[in-house]
Antibody
Framework: EVQLVESGGGLVQPGGSLRLSCAAS????????MTWVRQAPGKGLEWVAN????????YYANSVKGRFTISRDNAKKSLFLHMNSLRAEDTGVYYC???????????????????WGLGTTVTVSS | DIQLTQSPSSLSASVGDRVTITCRAS??????LNWYQQKPGEAPRLLVY???NLESGVPSRFSGSGSGTDFSLAISSLQPEDFATYFC???????????FGPGTKVEIK
């Protein structure tokens, strides 16, 4: 069974740092792009960052660019999100997700988050 | 940046009803659109990718359609387990952007 398990969330003061981890099992981790998505309390989903299979490409939402860093360790089947200069608006549940990509039967490119963890909660407050 | 809007923001429906949710993009995004379902306290679940491709294991009462700027997710006969919030998401790789729509909450009438 494919499984993603996040950890590392908690309460942190504004301006502080936190490192989230995501442990993968049941999949060939190095074959997939991986993604972090967050959800503020009572709000919608927000894509945060994603990273290519070999870690060579990384992309970030404008809201976290320069403050967050996504990384991965394929040997340990783990994904990370290093978060610095945290703000109250970074509060929420952070989900790790696997991304599948390719071409459909009608030759349309697709990229979608098909496996999700249960999330870890980050609270930024003094 | 490409903006997504969803309508309605919420709806009330009965078991057995046909339900349609729409997602509109501010620019042409071809078929680069996914749909997710999220129930309270749970992680999102992928339903449809590339506008019209049903994810494995998703019931056939769900279907996606559209291209360009207008998309829809239909549920042919609403079941009790379908009461949830539905999000569309566009995929854009240059520059990378994976924006979600604001969501549509489907509630029991």
């Amino acid at each position: 069974e494919v499984q993603l398990v996040e950890s590392g969330g908690g309460l942190v003061q504004p301006g502080g740092s936190l490192r989230l981890s995501c442990a993968a099992s049941g999949l060939t981790f190095s074959n997939y792009w991986m993604t972090w998505v967050r959800q503020a309390p009572g709000k919608g989903l927000e894509w945060v960052a994603n990273i290519k299979e070999d870690g060579s490409d990384k992309y970030y939402a404008n809201s976290v660019k320069g403050r967050f860093t996504i990384s991965r360790d394929n040997a340990k089947k783990s994904l990370f999100l290093h978060m610095n200069s945290l703000r109250a608006e970074d509060t929420g549940v952070y989900y790790c997700a696997r991304a599948k990509s390719g071409y459909s039967n009608s030759n349309v490119y697709y990229y979608a988050m098909d496996v999700w963890g249960l999330g870890t909660t980050v609270t930024v407050s003094s | 940046d490409i903006q997504l809007t969803q309508s309605p923001s919420s709806l009330s429906a009965s078991v057995g009803d046909r339900v349609t949710i729409t997602c509109r993009a501010s620019l042409n995004i071809r078929s680069y659109l996914n749909w997710y379902q999220q129930k309270p306290g749970e992680a999102p679940r992928l339903l449809v990718y590339a506008a019209s491709n049903l994810e494995s294991g998703v019931p056939s009462r769900f279907s996606g359609s559209g291209s360009g700027t207008d998309f829809s997710l239909a549920i042919s006969s609403l079941q009790p387990e379908d009461f949830a919030t539905y999000f569309c998401q566009h995929i854009y790789t240059s520059p990378a952007s994976f924006t979600f729509g604001p969501g549509t909450k489907v509630e029991i009438k």
